[in-house]
């Protein structure tokens, strides 16, 4: 009971209840105004508009979401205008539909802000083009609906000034979660009433997650002069938090061991269920941290000292015979680690104290910077482009939308029909199936529980109270729960509409035929009109993984070496192995939801899956020893061990007939040629002979499947 208490105190505090709120507001004012100053039209389009707008506010730093909505704004009424005068000959708006949900449709080429200003002009054109707009009313009419926009603009802007951190604690707090979530699935991995490869399956998903967070927050802190330039302690704690963050999830992700090797040695012993416990117990701390965050509370630290000392006692007292227990006093000193990492986070609370800046490092060189060139969008016409393909698609689906639509004129809502193809339409196959089950089912949910509202409850200040629920459900989980969305979306239009006197009974009929036959087309579409299936794209994402993986390892090599290895050039190493792994993750989950027909050498991929995982794992643990270690240079055995890691690397890249080479540093030969291998020096031994099988494991893994291809 507690913990949901937390969740939904967790949800009221958040990013998207934030925006749900704002967005809520900003659409609900000029209507209310509006219909108490017996102007409801003018209120309703001024709403419409402040509607569109929002579609582009998604978290980001400030200027990005001010310069997006102004755009938007801009083409929102130029759409506006378009439609109010193409409206009146039919085949004029059909040939509008084709070219503006094209041309929009482009426009994620240039990135997820962007495709939401598409959208909405997509947006804008589909609720105009049912109004009844007489000539000299067109430009009015596209100034009542842009000054929506701006009406939206500036109580963002308002907000952003009232309080400039609150989207970045958000994200961090959102980020540090989703850590705690994945330390959690860890945790798993010792729990031996557990199955592995559920845990892996579950490792991996959550991984692309915590990536997703992680870029997101470095999007809002590394883009926003004001928190990186930061000469008071605010945005320095923030950016101090989030660097720390990421070296807790680099040591979370370095802390493998051979789990089956772990279970059928100590297993029997309970031992690495007490461990299991412990790392879970840490997960809610961290947690707990994401939560004093987010709220911008004080935050009191957990004590794990006698949690760890009863642990160390247990390990100590086993009876294991000849097996050694050197593999669980290293799991007591990686968690041991991981709580100094929790203990240099939580400085984030200590408001007196100023972390120092991290000068030695470009925080600009980890977020990417997208440029608006025309001449991108022009690239990308071409069948080898999949936006192209897309683009196409919503076109070719809108104009079959809109000519079902004017054969059956069934109803009043027409336009339902091009709102559900245009927004249920996605690039991947795999998200519009899962938008396609969730519309049907959403509609169906949300339509019996109008119905439910409607006929037991007549007051209408209830009513009312009702709808605004469902608003601000609908505009909370726009971004994050598409089905929660629309569960909340239909009793929100059939209540307005019974404002209006609509009844809702013929309401719900048409929204549901409409929805139907929206979902219909928009399914078709993607799976018969130039289909992009993962199968074509999930050899280039292999390879990236490859890559990244090989030029992060070759870290390891330089400093065997005894070679100057930057923090900048590792840390940027560091992120394109988990932007890779993510992205591979990410496009075979997706293929996974395609039909069996269009999938390939699935069983392979998955096991290509988590070698990788379990190799830059291990990757992670060797570079961070020899980067905190001193440096010098190691004995040959062990740098011809990483150089032949590295070769086999390549040549596993080179599979894919690529032209990229990771070169192998070079060296001149240690005087000792047989040095004596220190301690530290024989388990660092163990772990690259270790990665040494990983690395042949992987290309024979992607020889067998390029030949089964």
């Known amino acids: 009971m507690r913990r949901q208490a937390q969740e939904i105190q967790y949800f009221l505090y958040g990013q998207a209840f934030a925006d749900g709120f704002r967005i809520t507001f900003a659409i609900l004012l000029p209507a209310l105004i509006g219909s108490f100053t017996d102007h409801f039209d003018v209120g309703l389009t001024i709403s419409t508009g402040a509607l569109c707008v929002s579609l582009t506010d998604a978290p980001g730093p400030y200027i990005h979401k001010r310069n997006g909505m102004l755009l938007c704004t801009g083409f929102v ?16 708006l059909g040939l509008e539909i084709a070219i503006v949900s094209f041309f929009f449709s482009m426009f994620n080429v240039y990135g997820s802000r962007a495709a939401g200003v598409g959208n909405a002009a997509i947006l804008i054109m589909i609720l105009t083009m049912d109004k009844t707009i007489l000539v000299n009313e067109a430009i009015p009419h596209a100034l009542l609906t842009a000054s929506g926009g701006l009406f939206y603009l500036t109580i963002t802007l308002l907000l952003y000034k009232l ?4 989207a970045a604690q958000r994200a961090l707090s959102d980020c540090i979660r989703e850590m705690a979530t994945y330390l959690s699935i860890k945790a798993g991995f010792y729990d031996t009433t557990t199955d592995l490869n559920d845990d892996y399956r579950k490792l991996v998903a959550q991984q692309i997650i915590v990536h997703e967070k992680q870029d997101a927050i470095r999007e809002i802190l590394f883009k926003t002069r004001q928190i990186i330039n930061e000469t008071t302690t605010t945005g320095r704690r923030l950016v101090y938090a989030f660097v720390e963050s990421v070296d807790l999830f680099e040591d979370i992700t370095a802390a493998y061991y051979d789990y089956s ?3 059928s040695r100590f297993g029997n012993t309970g031992v690495l269920n007490d461990v299991s416990k412990v790392i879970k117990e840490m997960a809610q701390e961290l947690d707990r941290i994401a939560f004093s965050i987010q709220q911008d509370t004080s935050f009191t630290p957990k004590n794990f000292e006698q949690e760890l000392i009863l642990l160390k006692d247990k390990i100590d007292a086993l009876e294991t015979g000849n097996q050694s227990k050197l593999v669980l006093r290293k799991i007591l000193v990686n968690i041991r680690k991981l709580i100094l990492r929790f203990n240099k986070m939580n400085t984030y609370f200590i408001k007196d104290i100023k972390p120092k800046k991290r ?42 939308g809109f000519i079902i639509a004017k054969l059956i004129a069934y109803g009043h809502h027409s336009y339902w029909i091009l709102l559900t193809v245009a927004f249920i339409l996605k690039p991947a196959f795999s998200l519009t199936k899962q938008r396609n089950v969730e519309r049907i089912i959403g509609t169906l949910a949300g339509g019996a529980i109008g119905a439910l509202i409607l006929i037991l409850i007549h007051n209408t200040t209830v009513l009312f109270c009702f709808m605004v629920l469902c608003m601000l459900g609908t505009y909370s989980f ?3 729960k598409y089905l929660i969305m629309v569960i909340c979306t239909t009793p929100f239009i059939m209540i307005l509409f019974s404002f209006l006197g609509v009844g809702f009974v013929k309401l719900f009929e048409e929204r549901i035929i409409d929805t139907l036959i929206g979902c219909a087309v928009a399914f078709s579409a993607s799976y018969f009109l130039f289909p992009s299936w993962e199968k074509e794209q999930i050899k280039t994402y292999m390879q990236q993984m490859l890559k990244a993986n090989a030029i992060y390892f070759s870290k390891v090599v330089e400093a065997l070496m005894g070679n100057n290895v930057s923090q900048l050039d590792y840390k940027l190493a560091r992120k394109e192995v988990y932007v890779s792994s993510a992205n591979l993750s990410a496009a075979f989950q997706r293929m996974l939801s395609e039909p069996k027909s269009k999938q390939v050498s ?3 991929i998955h096991q290509f899956v988590v070698l990788n995982y379990i190799l830059f794992s291990n990757v992670a643990t060797a570079v961070t020893a020899l980067l905190n270690g001193e440096k010098k240079i190691h004995s040959e055995e062990l740098i011809q061990i990483a ?3 590295l070769r086999k690397m390549n040549e596993s890249i080179q599979r894919f007939n690529a032209s990229t080479y990771i070169e192998v540093p070079k060296y001149n030969e240690p005087v000792r ?14 772990q690259l002979e270790f990665i040494q099988r990983l690395t042949a494991d992987i290309d024979k893994t992607v020889k067998v499947m390029l030949l089964a291809s």
């Open 602 to 604: 699935e069983k392979r």
């Open 643 to 645: 150089r032949h890691i």
């Open 359 to 400: 000068a030695s490092i470009d925080h600009s060189q980890f977020v990417g910077h997208q440029a608006l060139d025309p001449q991108i969008m022009i690239n990308n016409l071409t069948f080898n482009s999949n936006v192209f393909k897309y683009a196409i698609r919503v076109s070719a689906a809108c104009i079959i």
């Open 163 to 166: 309080r400039p951190y609150a």
């Open 673 to 686: 040629k047989e040095m004596k291998l220190s301690t530290d020096d024989a388990l660092l031994k163990e």
């Open 478 to 480: 726009m971004r994050i």
């Open 261 to 263: 090797s772990l279970r």
């Open 77 to 92: 009424f130029i759409v506006a205008v378009l439609t109010a005068f193409a409206r009146l000959n039919l085949y004029t």
